[in-house]
C-alpha cells in the first residue's frame, strides 16, 4: 500500500482539478491501487462508490466503512483522509450549488443496481454535466435526485465508528484501533486515566454507544479490512479477537449484511 503526504495527496488534487470547483458535476473512476490519502477536502461534495473491493475514510467525528455495494457522502469542505484497497468504483463530483438538499455530515448508504448502473454510466460524459451533449445535464440532475432519495431512506448507519472528543477517550480509542482483536476494557481505562465507572458514564454519553458496542465494529471493520485483503476468515476471525468462527460469522453478517465468505466474493 502506498501512503501519499499531504503534499502528495494536493498534487493527485490539483492533477484531477479537484482543487477547485470546475462543472457541476462530473464522474471519475477511483484508482485500483491501495492508496492511503493524508488528511484533504475539496469544494465539492463526494460521493465514493465501491462496486468491489473496501475503503475506509475517517473524518474528523467518525471513522467509515465502505463495503461493497455501498455508497459514503462526503460533504464539500470536509476534511477527511481515505484508505483505498482492491477497489473497483468511482467517485461522483457535485458543486454544492447543484444540490438542493445537501448532507452535511459523512455518511454511507446502499445503492441500487439501477443508480450503480446510472453511476458508471455517467463516466461516459468527461465532461459531466457541463457537456455539451443535451442529455447529459438531465441525466445528472436526476442522478443526483436519485442519490439524494437513497441517503434519506438508508436508516440508521452500521458502518460508522464515531470519535471522541474527549482527549482521554480519544486516546484510548486510537490505542485499541492499533490491535482491535487484542483491545480490552483493562488497556482503554489505562490508557484514559479513568475508574471504570467514569469511563463507562463519560463513553456512553459521548460515542452514544457502550464501549462494548464499540470495540465490536471496530473489530469489524477490522476484520473487513483483512478479508479485503486477501486473509481467509479463519485468521481474519482470529486477529479480530474472535476465539469461535461461528460467533464472528454471526457478528460479521449482522454488521455487514452478508457473510464473511460471500464479503470476499464482493471485495476480491
Not at 219 to 244: I, K, M, N, P
Request: with cysteine; hydrophobic share 40%.
Amino acid at each position: 500500500m502506498k501512503t501519499l503526504t499531504v503534499e502528495e495527496t494536493q498534487a493527485v488534487l490539483e492533477k484531477s482539478h479537484l482543487d477547485r470547483l470546475q462543472g457541476a458535476g462530473t464522474a471519475r473512476r477511483e484508482s485500483r491501487e491501495a492508496l492511503f490519502y493524508a488528511w484533504h477536502a475539496h469544494p465539492h461534495h463526494q460521493v465514493l462508490f465501491a462496486r468491489r473491493g473496501t475503503t475506509q475514510v475517517e473524518g474528523d467525528e467518525s471513522r467509515h466503512l465502505l463495503p461493497a455495494g455501498h455508497a459514503l457522502w462526503i460533504p464539500a469542505y470536509s476534511r477527511h483522509r481515505t484508505l483505498i484497497r482492491n477497489l473497483d468504483g468511482l467517485s461522483l463530483f457535485l458543486d454544492p450549488g447543484y444540490v438542493d438538499e445537501a448532507y452535511r455530515s459523512i455518511q454511507a448508504f446502499p445503492i441500487s443496481p439501477m443508480i450503480q448502473e446510472m453511476l458508471f454510466h455517467a463516466l461516459r460524459w468527461p465532461d459531466g454535466a457541463c457537456d455539451p451533449d443535451p442529455v447529459a445535464k438531465s441525466f445528472f440532475q436526476t442522478l443526483v435526485l436519485l442519490l439524494q432519495e437513497a441517503i434519506r431512506h438508508a436508516g440508521k448507519q452500521e458502518f460508522t465508528l464515531p470519535k471522541a472528543t474527549h482527549p482521554s477517550l480519544q486516546r484510548a480509542m486510537d490505542r485499541a484501533l492499533l490491535d482491535p482483536g487484542g483491545a480490552c476494557l483493562a488497556m482503554a481505562l489505562r490508557e484514559a486515566g479513568m475508574s471504570e465507572r467514569s469511563f463507562r458514564r463519560y463513553f456512553d454519553r459521548e460515542i452514544g454507544m457502550s464501549w462494548q458496542q464499540w470495540i465490536t465494529q471496530a473489530r469489524l471493520f477490522h476484520a473487513a479490512t483483512l478479508l479485503a485483503q486477501g486473509e481467509s476468515v479463519t485468521q481474519a476471525a482470529v486477529q479480530s479477537g474472535y476465539a469461535s468462527q461461528s460467533a464472528f460469522t454471526k457478528a460479521f453478517t449482522r454488521l455487514l449484511g452478508l457473510s464473511p465468505g460471500k464479503f470476499c466474493g464482493h471485495s476480491g
